[in-house]
């Protein structure tokens, strides 16, 4: 196995139903990586696929009408455009179905029997059909499966069993022995004690159904559908076959991406049926958490999932990948509502990235003709934003390294976030009323667009379809030298008189409104100005006018805040309780970055009073703080004499 290869993989989907924003989850996890290994240099093969046999896919057939390939047919086209509007770069898409993969399946299976691993025995036993997991009594919890807390079936069947207790102190060893086989740590703490508390042998095939991989030794059984599945990984391969070169060259280099919920069958019964094989094991399984909604985990079952589809409809792929990666922490659950993606689209899309696009784009045409300057110099704001560019391309590596990808963002925004202090620093604008400052405009204006080209290199493999559009505004179309991961080694990619382009934003803003008869989201565009007219001179959008009478019905009032603390999981909410006067109400502010709880407390605040009541993060807030804001600076405004909590501010 090189070093330059990569294997990465995706479960293969249930086509039971359309898949939900969870799956996209996984599924944009590992198509980043694939992305950026490409970057590296890396010889890449990403697989990802369809799980297609099983009693519920033949009972869910049957229930429509249908015959289980027709019905799976249907579903599989519904995965397949999805990942297309999600822009997933996959090398191949397994199905479970096609002969390519029976023939490895049915290969497996005989090599394990004939080496003495799988036997015939009677099977009773608990058995999930919606899991297609086997439990023992003293598994189930209150009776139902400890999985997904649904009913189980008692079945009695024949059945053929792999001898997987055989192989749990090797299995045990190796992970021991390899503690990065297993990701996060705690996963691998988890496993190693459901490992210790006994593996029992697995029964491999079921005779009730018929939706299945005949079993090649006796075909009136078929293959349980884990073992079906789980062989996917190589028989998308060719294992085994006369065509079996990418085996060869991308196996053992695997890494597979799953949810937690089915790190045990990737973990425990994945390894020890490629032990009996004698093939090597994966050389890694990350177990990521549950993107959560209000309810709990996301399943079809519970009718409360989110169809990516309409999502990117309505905000763009480049809008929900990012979500999907920021929003996750490491190993641990996520959770997802529209308000909050919209939160972190309006935040960091169309306030941080795409507004220091426009403003150093709109500067370059007002300053410089519409041509990218040539950079005259250096002082010490320049360095310091070239020593952090310079650090952040191994930080981003360090962790993706590490299947960390919301660290990953939080280290390109860092340069992203720095280059936006760095225009208020440095005004562009007024040194442009200054003949003698004119070197000194062109270094500024230079170093803006360089950084825009740094982030944006580093933001492609999250993003993948943002950074055509930088370059056409940027007017790097042809610069491929400069869009690559090696280009960051080294400042200064951009080429000097370079024609920018303004174009539309790259995240216009959405407005987001709470209504009684449900949560909606409105596109707003940003304002550009037309021919004839000049843009601010700080290269912001023009603001739209209103007239006295539409100023006139907005009711500000002061407010005292009595009470502060952080809104959970979130670090830019605050709750505050305010006096306004003998009326106490509630208001969510985004001031956790700016205040401290503590130092808000008898704090005076103006406060508009007759804002439509927003819910945030499942708290309704009853009006809105105002606050001056300048880069990354923010100040509440506050009463300059002692005045009554209530009092109108006009």
């Given at each position: 196995m090189?070093d330059?290869?990569?294997y990465?993989?995706?479960?293969?989907?249930y086509?039971?139903d359309?898949?939900?924003?969870?799956?996209?989850l996984t599924?944009?996890?590992a198509?980043?990586?694939?992305r950026y290994?490409?970057?590296?240099?890396?010889?890449?093969?990403?697989?990802?696929?369809s799980?297609e046999?099983g009693?519920?896919?033949?009972?869910k057939?049957?229930?429509?009408?249908?015959?289980?390939?027709?019905?799976?047919?249907r579903?599989?086209a519904?995965?397949?455009?999805?990942w297309?509007?999600?822009?997933i770069?996959?090398?191949d898409?397994?199905?479970?179905?096609?002969?390519?993969?029976?023939?490895?399946?049915q290969d497996l299976?005989?090599?394990?029997y004939?080496?003495?691993?799988?036997?015939?025995?009677e099977?009773?036993?608990?058995?999930?059909?919606p899991?297609?997991?086997?439990?023992?009594?003293?598994?189930?919890?209150d009776?139902?499966?400890?999985?997904c807390?649904?009913?189980?079936?008692?079945?009695?069947?024949?059945?053929y069993?792999f001898?997987?207790s055989?192989y749990a102190d090797?299995?045990?060893?190796?992970?021991?022995?390899?503690?990065e086989?297993?990701?996060?740590?705690s996963?691998?703490?988890e496993?190693?004690?459901?490992?210790?508390?006994?593996?029992?042998?697995l029964?491999?095939?079921?005779t009730?159904?018929d939706?299945?991989?005949?079993v090649p030794?006796?075909?009136k059984?078929?293959?349980?559908?884990?073992?079906?599945?789980?062989?996917?990984?190589?028989?998308?391969l060719?294992?085994?076959?006369?065509?079996?070169?990418?085996f060869?060259?991308?196996?053992?280099?695997?890494?597979?991406?799953v949810g937690?919920d089915?790190?045990r069958?990737?973990?425990v019964?994945?390894?020890?049926?490629?032990?009996?094989?004698?093939?090597?094991l994966?050389?890694?399984?990350?177990?990521?958490?549950w993107?959560?909604?209000?309810?709990?985990?996301?399943?079809?079952?519970?009718?409360n999932?989110v169809?990516?589809?309409v999502?990117?409809?309505?905000?763009?792929?480049?809008?929900i990948?990012?979500?999907?990666?920021?929003e996750?922490?490491?190993?641990?659950?996520?959770?997802?509502?529209?308000?909050?993606?919209?939160?972190?689209?309006n935040?960091?899309?169309a306030?941080?990235?795409g507004?220091?696009?426009?403003r150093t784009?709109?500067?370059?045409?007002?300053?410089?003709?519409?041509?990218?300057?040539?950079?005259?110099g250096?002082?010490?704001?320049?360095?310091?934003?070239k020593?952090?560019?310079?650090?952040?391309?191994?930080?981003?590596?360090?962790?993706?390294?590490?299947?960390?990808?919301?660290?990953?963002?939080?280290?390109?925004?860092?340069?992203?976030?720095?280059?936006?202090?760095y225009?208020?620093?440095t005004?562009?604008?007024?040194?442009?009323?200054?003949?003698?400052?004119?070197?000194?405009?062109q270094?500024?204006?230079?170093?803006?667009?360089?950084?825009?080209r740094?982030?944006?290199?580093?933001c492609s493999p999250?993003?993948?379809?943002?950074?055509?559009?930088?370059?056409?505004?940027?007017?790097?179309?042809?610069?491929?030298?400069?869009?690559?991961?090696?280009s960051?080694?080294?400042?200064?990619?951009?080429?000097?008189?370079?024609?920018?382009?303004?174009?539309?934003?790259l995240?216009?803003?959405?407005?987001?409104?709470?209504?009684?008869?449900?949560?909606i989201?409105?596109?707003?565009e940003e304002?550009?100005?037309?021919?004839?007219?000049?843009a601010?001179?700080?290269?912001?959008?023009?603001?739209?006018?209103?007239?006295?009478?539409?100023?006139?019905?907005?009711?500000?009032?002061?407010?005292?805040?009595?009470?502060?603390e952080?809104?959970p999981?979130?670090?830019k909410?605050?709750?505050?309780?305010?006096?306004?006067?003998?009326?106490?109400?509630?208001?969510v502010a985004?001031?956790a970055?700016?205040?401290?709880?503590?130092?808000?407390?008898?704090k005076?605040?103006?406060?508009?009073?007759?804002?439509?009541?927003?819910?945030?993060?499942?708290?309704?807030?009853?009006?809105m703080?105002l606050?001056?804001?300048e880069?990354?600076?923010l100040?509440?405004?506050?009463?300059?004499?002692?005045?009554?909590?209530?009092?109108?501010?006009r």
């Amino acid at each position: 196995m090189g070093d330059k290869v990569f294997y990465v993989t995706t479960p293969i989907y249930y086509p039971s139903d359309k898949l939900h924003i969870g799956h996209a989850l996984t599924t944009t996890m590992a198509d980043t990586l694939a992305r950026y290994k490409r970057m590296r240099g890396y010889d890449v093969f990403f697989l990802t696929g369809s799980d297609e046999h099983g009693q519920k896919i033949q009972r869910k057939a049957r229930e429509v009408g249908l015959e289980p390939l027709e019905y799976v047919d249907r579903i599989v086209a519904t995965f397949r455009e999805l990942w297309r509007r999600l822009d997933i770069s996959y090398n191949d898409f397994i199905r479970t179905t096609e002969e390519r993969h029976k023939k490895v399946v049915q290969d497996l299976f005989r090599r394990i029997y004939e080496k003495g691993d799988i036997y015939k025995a009677e099977y009773e036993g608990w058995y999930c059909t919606p899991c297609e997991t086997f439990w023992t009594e003293r598994q189930l919890q209150d009776g139902k499966c400890p999985d997904c807390g649904r009913p189980v079936e008692l079945l009695r069947e024949e059945s053929y069993f792999f001898r997987m207790s055989k192989y749990a102190d090797r299995l045990l060893k190796y992970i021991e022995e390899h503690p990065e086989f297993i990701q996060p740590p705690s996963r691998r703490n988890e496993m190693i004690n459901f490992i210790k508390g006994g593996l029992e042998d697995l029964c491999v095939s079921r005779t009730t159904f018929d939706w299945g991989i005949p079993v090649p030794i006796d075909p009136k059984h078929v293959i349980y559908v884990w073992f079906d599945a789980l062989t996917n990984y190589i028989s998308a391969l060719g294992f085994g076959t006369e065509n079996d070169e990418l085996f060869h060259k991308y196996w053992p280099a695997a890494v597979h991406l799953v949810g937690k919920d089915i790190v045990r069958f990737h973990t425990v019964i994945w390894p020890t049926i490629l032990m009996a094989a004698g093939i090597e094991l994966p050389r890694q399984v990350f177990g990521h958490g549950w993107l959560l909604v209000d309810g709990g985990k996301m399943s079809k079952s519970k009718g409360n999932v989110v169809d990516p589809m309409v999502l990117i409809d309505r905000y763009g792929s480049d809008a929900i990948r990012y979500f999907l990666l920021r929003e996750m922490p490491y190993g641990a659950d996520g959770y997802y509502s529209e308000e909050a993606l919209v939160n972190r689209l309006n935040s960091d899309l169309a306030n941080d990235y795409g507004n220091l696009l426009s403003r150093t784009v709109s500067m370059i045409e007002k300053f410089c003709g519409g041509l990218i300057p040539a950079p005259a110099g250096e002082e010490p704001l320049d360095r310091e934003l070239k020593e952090l560019a310079a650090r952040l391309p191994d930080e981003v590596d360090e962790a993706l390294e590490r299947f960390e990808f919301a660290r990953a963002l939080t280290a390109i925004w860092q340069l992203i976030n720095r280059a936006n202090k760095y225009i208020e620093e440095t005004a562009p604008w007024a040194l442009a009323r200054d003949p003698e400052k004119r070197p000194r405009l062109q270094t500024v204006l230079y170093n803006l667009a360089e950084a825009l080209r740094q982030a944006t290199v580093m933001c492609s493999p999250f993003m993948p379809g943002l950074p055509a559009r930088v370059w056409e505004q940027l007017g790097m179309q042809d610069a491929f030298h400069a869009q690559t991961w090696d280009s960051l080694k080294e400042w200064g990619g951009v080429p000097a008189g370079s024609r920018v382009k303004r174009g539309a934003p790259l995240f216009p803003r959405v407005e987001w409104k709470a209504e009684e008869e449900g949560e909606i989201a409105v596109r707003k565009e940003e304002r550009i100005p037309g021919p004839g007219q000049e843009a601010p001179p700080d290269g912001a959008t023009a603001e739209p006018e209103i007239s006295l009478e539409e100023f006139s019905r907005l009711r500000l009032r002061v407010a005292q805040v009595v009470k502060a603390e952080r809104v959970p999981q979130t670090d830019k909410l605050l709750k505050l309780e305010v006096d306004l006067g003998g009326e106490t109400r509630t208001v969510v502010a985004g001031i956790a970055r700016y205040y401290q709880p503590q130092d808000l407390i008898g704090k005076k605040v103006v406060l508009v009073a007759n804002l439509k009541p927003a819910k945030l993060r499942g708290i309704w807030s009853q009006g809105m703080v105002l606050a001056a804001v300048e880069g990354e600076n923010l100040s509440l405004i506050t009463p300059e004499r002692d005045i009554p909590p209530g009092a109108q501010v006009r």
